[in-house]
């Protein structure tokens, strides 16, 4: 099946350490920078924040999704990614991935059901599913009425 958006995105100089990452509209443009908390002068995003932005939206447009197909209102929800930078043995790096998903207005088991549900349905999800360590915390505010 062929695909049914393909976003578009160059990266030049010296890539992470401080390159330039473009998307093909131009609405993307951002600097990069190795982070300081790692070594690096800061001052530029990284891929790992672009990671963790993109998944984080991703992840909850499919929340907002599936709750309507389950016919379920959804209030004050957000979704929190954060995207570790692991270094292997090897000497290379993979990344680890933890969502924080916020909802108010339900209870837990039901939060937690949708959140299984959107999971299962986010690309994000699908396209690391098994590749790499993901944890997934939900919190609501209890207030279920």
């Not at 002068?41 to 990671?51: I, V, Y």
């Not at 059901?113 to 994000?124: G, I, K, S, T």
């Amino acid at each position: 099946m062929p695909a049914v958006y393909t976003a578009v995105a160059t990266a030049t100089g010296e890539g992470r350490a401080g390159g330039r990452a473009q998307s093909d509209d131009g609405l993307l443009d951002v600097t990069l920078a190795i982070p300081a908390a790692i070594g690096g002068p800061g001052g530029g995003t990284n891929p790992e924040q672009l990671f963790a932005a993109g998944w984080a939206s991703c992840f909850h447009s499919a929340l907002k999704s599936v709750a309507a197909r389950e016919r379920v209102t959804l209030r004050d929800s957000a979704v929190v990614a954060q995207i570790g930078l692991l270094p292997l043995e090897s000497g290379a790096y993979t990344i680890e991935a933890a969502l924080e998903v916020e909802i108010g207005g339900l209870a837990q088991a039901e939060a937690e059901r949708l959140v299984e549900l959107a999971h299962q349905v986010c690309p994000y999800s699908n396209a690391t599913r098994g590749n790499i360590e993901v944890r997934l915390t939900t919190t609501t505010d209890g207030d279920a009425g």
